[in-house]
């Protein structure tokens, strides 16, 4: 069978070491989801490739191979996302944010793609931001954008406007007290009105998001930054 060669716009989620001097990089692409190459030799000194096996670079892959082996023969730079290595909470919010694309892109994801590059973006020039603001985004984003959008303003049996506790459950989304049913998870005033856009301390942020990412795991079965949103507290 002959050698195909494809070119495809792509973020590197991972990347680790194979034999002396090559990487095994998994490349999520903007229209073909997930797949894994080959970089060759970019682990000896002054590696022109070297650039496209790190994690968060983003640019134009041009991979050769069969039976979806590849290797990686070009890569143009788009972008490498590289000022989030300035703060420590930004560098793993970015692995974080890689880490939900990776395994959200079983099959290709277009949508949670552009988001996650916004989130990335966010996180390595929008210094006025927040990181924790950047990441509530980005989970909310997520389930938007994999079907599964919350209205935290509103229960979603009785359409009432929530105005103190409320509670997620799987069948019917956020809802008041008098439509919880007995598994319903709990959502503390403080953090449904931070999910709904209004100011909050640190601490609210990142119990925000720690309900946030298990959100995420009720409704696509994907667990993300389990680490990352347990050290912010
Ligand atoms: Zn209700």
């Known amino acids: 069978m002959q050698a195909e060669t494809i070119k495809i716009k792509a973020i590197v989620t991972r990347a680790v070491p194979y034999r002396e001097s090559d990487m095994i990089v998994t490349l999520v692409g903007v229209e073909e ?6 970089a060759r030799g970019c682990l000896k000194p002054k ?23 590849y290797v ?6 788009i972008e490498s996302f590289s000022a989030v290595t300035a703060d420590l909470d930004r560098y793993y ?17 277009p949508r949670i793609f552009m988001r996650t590059l916004t989130c990335l973006g966010d996180l390595a020039y929008a210094t006025d931001k927040d990181s924790s603001a950047i990441v509530t985004e980005f989970l909310k984003d997520i389930l938007t954008e994999s079907g599964n959008a919350l209205d935290f303003g509103h229960c979603g049996v009785c359409r009432c406007d929530l105005e103190e506790e409320a509670y997620f459950s799987d ?3 956020v809802v008041c007290k008098h ?20 100011p909050a301390d ?3 942020a990142a119990k925000a998001n ?10 696509t079965g994907v667990r993300i930054g389990a680490h990352y949103f347990t050290e912010q507290l």
């Not at 990686?72 to 730079?77: F, G, H, K, L």
């Not at 439509?179 to 209004?198: A, E, L, Q, T």
């Open 33 to 38: 989801g997930r797949l894994t190459a080959t």
């Open 47 to 69: 590696a022109k490739l070297r650039y496209a096996a790190e994690p968060l670079n983003f640019g134009e892959y041009v991979l050769s191979g069969k039976n979806g082996k």
């Open 72 to 77: 990686v023969t070009e890569c143009n730079q």
């Open 93 to 109: 919010a970015a692995f974080m944010a890689l880490e939900a694309l990776d395994k959200l892109s079983r099959e290709p994801q």
């Open 171 to 173: 069948r019917d989304g």
């Open 179 to 198: 439509c919880k049913s007995f598994d319903s998870i709990p959502i503390p005033p403080d953090v449904r009105s931070y999910i709904c856009g209004r």
């Open 202 to 204: 640190v601490q609210t």
């Open 210 to 219: 720690i309900l946030l990412s298990n959100l995420v795991y009720q409704m």
